[in-house]
């Protein structure tokens, strides 16, 4: 009896381990199925939604994408997302909360360059790589080696119009900026590459991001009679400088920042975006670029998959989110979840076609992009089109 007991017990507890394999044989199948985790911090509400939200959406799609074809060499990624609101104090918190995860393996975000800034020295410390979606110089200058940025720098946005302006030989323009560390850091670009460039900027001025009216700094710009006017900031500021210019009559030539490269300043400027010419990532003129640049093709497929998942364009914003999430996974399919290791083949980067431009990151360059990553663009009847 006891015998035949035996008999069933052993075979019970070889029918397990046919069912389920060895011990450490399930063990390494469970763990081959934990996901890498990657961090994000998006503006997905608040004044600059209209930058955050197509940061995340891009940033879940390419996860699903990634997923539904099996993941990184069988392992699901799973995005966990916060939102800051674009205010630094939550960027700061946000962070915090995903330092403190220890699957999380990068962090991706912010949308703005105050909570990017906020948040910087906290992931360098921590040794926790951070890709920014946001525009500053001053996110990645001084170089830290765990910050790198997708964004196209605001001097390089700079650089583009002052070529533009030296081409249609403007020697004088009035200048605007929202009071913001994104306006402030344009603001500091343009004052240092413009006076060497030839161009004397005759007013400056500058408004604050809750400012529901700018007549009276542009009325003090128009009385300088500059040839061309600039402003630089994200929405909705810029939408009501372009209705303030209109409607106070001056004809000057007025040129903006990459800040407004979204379809919500169409609708906000209405007829006043008229006209209006500004550097932008090349995505949302993706059909008019030539075939003979490297990035047609990558740019074609992610506008076709954008407006697909969420029937809408897509824009230079959710660009950025392209191009830090491919990053980061291709980091992870090259040398695992390890953040150093991640690092450092990020920064080692060559020839990257992505949505914002092709990158070359090195140790003194981690944002990895020169001035051809812009194109200019002018509005038409409401539609954006490439300057020739």
């Known amino acids: 009896m006891f015998r035949k007991r035996g008999l069933f017990m052993?075979?019970?507890?070889?029918?397990l381990f046919v069912v389920l394999g060895a011990p450490g044989s399930y063990a390494q199948k469970s763990a081959a199925k934990k996901p890498y985790v990657i961090g994000a911090i998006f503006s997905s509400t608040g004044d600059n939604a209209p930058l955050g939200v197509p940061e995340r959406n891009t940033a879940e799609m390419l996860a699903k994408q990634l997923n539904a074809k099996g993941g990184i060499n069988g392992r699901p990624v799973k995005l966990l997302a916060y939102d800051d609101a674009g205010k630094p104090e939550q960027a700061v918190q946000a962070c915090q909360d995903l330092l403190a995860n220890k699957d999380v393996?990068?962090?991706?975000?912010?949308t703005l360059t105050g909570p990017s800034l906020a948040i910087a020295s906290m992931c360098n410390s921590a040794k926790m790589?951070?890709?920014?979606?946001?525009?500053?110089?001053?996110?990645?200058q001084p170089v830290k080696p765990y910050v790198f940025k997708t964004a196209q720098s605001?001097?390089?946005?700079?650089?583009?119009?002052?070529?533009?302006?030296?081409?249609?030989?403007?020697?004088?323009?009035?200048?605007?900026?929202?009071?913001?560390?994104?306006?402030?850091?344009?603001?500091?670009?343009?004052?240092?590459?413009?006076?060497?460039?030839?161009?004397?900027?005759?007013?400056?001025?500058?408004?604050?991001?809750?400012?529901?009216?700018?007549?009276?700094?542009?009325?003090?710009?128009?009385?300088?009679k500059p040839q061309a006017v600039i402003c630089w900031g994200t929405n909705p500021g810029p939408a009501i400088v372009a209705k303030n210019i209109r409607r106070l009559g001056m004809k000057q030539l007025v040129l903006m920042s990459h800040g407004i490269s979204n379809q919500e300043f169409i609708q906000l400027a209405g007829?006043?975006?008229?006209?209006?010419?500004?550097?932008?990532?090349?995505?949302?003129?993706?059909?008019q670029i030539p075939a003979s640049d490297p990035q047609r093709k990558v740019l074609m497929a992610y506008a076709t998959q954008y407006k697909k998942a969420y029937g809408k364009p897509a824009i230079h914003f959710g660009g950025h989110a392209w191009d830090a999430f491919e990053l980061v996974v291709d980091a992870l399919r090259k040398v695992g979840p390890d953040r150093a290791k991640i690092r450092t083949n990020i920064e080692s980067r060559k020839n990257f076609i992505g949505i914002d431009g092709?990158?070359?990151?090195?140790?003194?360059?981690?944002?990895?992009?020169?001035?051809?990553?812009?194109?200019?663009?002018?509005?038409?009847?409401?539609?954006?089109?490439?300057?020739k």
């Not at 052993?10 to 029918?15: D, P, R």
């Not at 393996?105 to 912010?110: C, L």
């Not at 790589?129 to 990645?140: E, F, H, R, T």
């Not at 007829?271 to 059909?287: H, T």
Request: with cysteine; net charge positive.
């Open 10 to 15: 052993f075979s019970f507890i070889v029918a």
């Open 105 to 110: 393996v990068a962090i991706i975000g912010p």
């Open 129 to 140: 790589p951070l890709l920014s979606c946001a525009a500053s110089i001053k996110i990645v």
């Open 154 to 224: 605001d001097y390089l946005a700079v650089q583009k119009l002052v070529e533009y302006i030296k081409q249609k030989k403007i020697k004088t323009v009035g200048f605007i900026n929202d009071a913001n560390a994104f306006g402030a850091s344009g603001r500091e670009e343009w004052l240092k590459m413009s006076k060497p460039a030839g161009i004397q900027t005759v007013a400056m001025e500058s408004f604050n991001s809750s400012d529901t009216d700018m007549t009276a700094q542009l009325t003090k710009i128009r009385a300088k």
């Open 271 to 287: 007829n006043a975006a008229e006209g209006i010419i500004f550097p932008s990532g090349k995505i949302i003129v993706a059909d």
């Open 358 to 387: 092709v990158f070359n990151f090195s140790a003194k360059d981690h944002n990895g992009l020169n001035k051809d990553a812009f194109a200019l663009i002018t509005i038409k009847n409401g539609k954006w089109m490439l300057v």
